[in-house]
C-alpha cells in the first residue's frame, strides 16, 4: 500500500514537472526527462519502459500433430529507471524498480515475504583513473547475454543457456579497470564479492560469500554506442569488431540449486550448503550489420546433492552441467533484422536426472526507433530427449521504451 502511494506521487510529479517543461523534453528513448541541480552538482534521468508478450505453444506428436495448446499473454517488464550522478560526474548512480508480476516475483521468508520492486540500486564511484568501485545491488558480471540488458535483446527473450547458468543480480562490491594493451586492444577486468542469495535478500548473508572475476578482450578496439553489451548490430560497425571474455564465479556454501538463482536448498537443520562453482566463455562480433555471439557456461558442485543430517537426500539438487548458445543475426537496411538460434543444455544426467535438451529459434524483428520502440517475434522448437517430447513456441513481443 505504502508502494503504490508512493509510485502515485511519484507519477503525479512526473506529470506535473513535463507540463512545466514542455517542448524541452528529451528526444524519444532519452528518458523522460532529465533534471540537473541549479549548481551543477547532480543529475536525473527518469525513464520508463514496458514489454507486452503474447505466446502459444504446443506439443509435437510423432506423426507431427500440434496436441495440447497453450496461450498466454501478459505484462513481461515494467520498469522505472533512474540515473545520473550525485555531487560529481565522478560519482554516479542508477536505480531500476520492477512493477510486473514477473520482476517481484522472489517472495520467501528470506525477503520478508515481500515482492522485490528493486532491480538495481548501485553507486558507482570513479575514485582514480580508470578504476571504478561499484557498490549496491545490481548485475554480477557474468555471461554477456545476462549482462544486455533485456531491453536490447536481439530476440524476443535470452536463451536457455541463460535460464539455467546465469548468476543475474546480487549485491555487495564490484571493481571494474580497463586499459589499452596495444593502440587498438582494450582489455577490461572485474572483480566482485556479493552476499549469493541473489537480489532483495532481507534476512542476512544465508551461506558464504560469492566471488566472480571477468576479463574481456576487445582486439580491434570499443564498439560503437556499447555495442558489446547490446543486441543486433543497429549502428552497422564499418569496421570487424569483436569481444573475447571469461568469466569465473564461486560461490562458497551456497544456499541455492543454481549458485544465487533457483530454489532454496533445506534439510532438518536448515540451509543445506554447498560451494558452486560457474564457468563463462563468451564473444561478440558485430561487422555491417551482421552479428554474431557464441556462449559456454559449465557449473560444478562441492556435493549437488542436498541431504539432510543423517544423509538422506531432500530432494533439492544443484544443477550442474553445462550448456552452448549460438546465435546471429543480419539487420537489413530497411531495419528488419532475421536472427537464427541454436541452444545445447547438457545437466549431468547421473545427478540431476535431466538429459541433453536442444533448442532452436527463428526471430524476426522490426526496429522503429532502434531497441527503444521496436516489434519482435520468434518461432522456437524445443527437442527434450530425456522427456521425449518435442515442443513449438511462438512468440510475439513490443518494447516501449522513454
Known amino acids: 500500500m505504502r508502494f503504490g502511494l508512493f509510485l502515485l506521487v511519484s507519477l503525479c510529479s512526473i506529470l506535473s514537472f513535463s507540463q512545466r517543461t514542455e517542448g524541452n523534453a528529451p528526444p524519444f528513448g532519452k528518458g523522460l526527462f532529465n533534471l540537473v541541480g541549479k549548481d551543477s552538482t547532480y543529475t536525473m534521468r527518469v525513464g ?27 505484462v513481461r517488464r515494467a520498469r522505472l529507471k533512474f540515473d545520473g550522478f550525485a555531487y560529481s560526474p565522478r560519482l554516479r548512480y542508477k536505480i531500476e524498480l520492477g512493477l510486473s508480476n514477473r ?3 522472489v517472495v520467501s521468508p528470506f525477503t520478508r515475504n515481500t515482492p522485490g520492486y528493486i532491480m538495481d540500486a548501485v553507486v558507482m564511484w ?3 583513473g580508470n578504476f571504478e568501485l561499484w557498490f549496491g545491488q545490481t548485475k554480477l558480471p557474468g555471461n554477456i547475454e545476462r549482462v544486455i540488458s533485456s531491453g536490447n535483446m536481439q530476440q524476443v527473450d535470452r536463451s536457455l543457456l541463460n535460464a539455467r547458468f546465469n548468476i543475474d543480480r546480487d549485491i555487495g562490491f564490484q571493481l571494474r579497470h580497463h586499459f589499452k594493451l596495444t593502440e587498438k586492444m582494450v582489455v577490461r577486468e572485474i572483480v566482485a564479492i556479493s552476499q549469493g542469495e541473489g537480489r532483495n535478500i532481507t534476512e542476512g548473508n544465508l551461506g558464504g560469500n560469492q566471488y566472480t572475476a571477468r576479463l574481456e578482450l576487445l582486439p580491434f578496439g570499443l564498439f560503437k554506442g556499447r555495442g558489446d553489451y547490446s543486441g543486433s548490430d543497429l549502428v552497422r560497425e564499418p569496421k570487424p569488431k569483436l569481444l573475447l571474455a571469461a568469466t569465473y564465479d ?22 543445506y550448503e554447498t560451494d558452486i562453482n560457474t564457468v563463462f566463455v563468451d564473444a561478440m562480433f558485430k561487422y555491417r550489420g551482421f552479428s554474431l ?19 538422506s537426500p531432500t530432494g533439492d539438487i544443484v544443477q550442474v552441467g553445462s550448456g552452448l548458445n549460438l546465435q546471429t543475426g543480419y539487420l537489413l537496411k530497411s531495419n528488419w533484422e532475421v536472427s537464427g538460434r541454436f541452444t545445447n543444455i547438457s545437466l549431468d544426467e547421473a545427478i540431476t536426472g535431466s538429459a541433453a535438451v536442444q533448442q532452436y529459434t527463428l526471430g524476426l524483428s522490426k526496429f522503429i526507433v532502434g531497441h527503444k520502440l521496436k ?21 510475439l513481443q513490443l518494447d516501449l521504451h522513454f
Open 375 to 395: 516489434v519482435q517475434t520468434d518461432l522456437s522448437y524445443l527437442n527434450d530427449t530425456g522427456a521425449g517430447e518435442n515442443n513449438l513456441m511462438y512468440r
Open 126 to 128: 570513479n575514485f582514480a
Open 293 to 311: 555471439m557464441g556462449e559456454y557456461a559449465h557449473r560444478t558442485a562441492e556435493d549437488p546433492v542436498a541431504r539432510n543430517s543423517d544423509g
Open 250 to 271: 564461486t560461490n562458497r556454501d551456497a544456499v541455492k540449486t543454481r549458485s544465487n538463482m533457483g530454489d532454496f536448498m533445506l534439510n532438518d537443520t536448515g540451509l
Open 103 to 105: 520482476d517481484m516475483a
Open 48 to 74: 520508463t519502459r514496458i514489454q507486452l508478450l503474447s505466446l502459444a505453444d504446443w506439443n509435437i506428436r510423432d506423426n507431427g500433430g500440434l496436441v495440447d495448446p497453450e496461450q498466454n499473454t501478459l
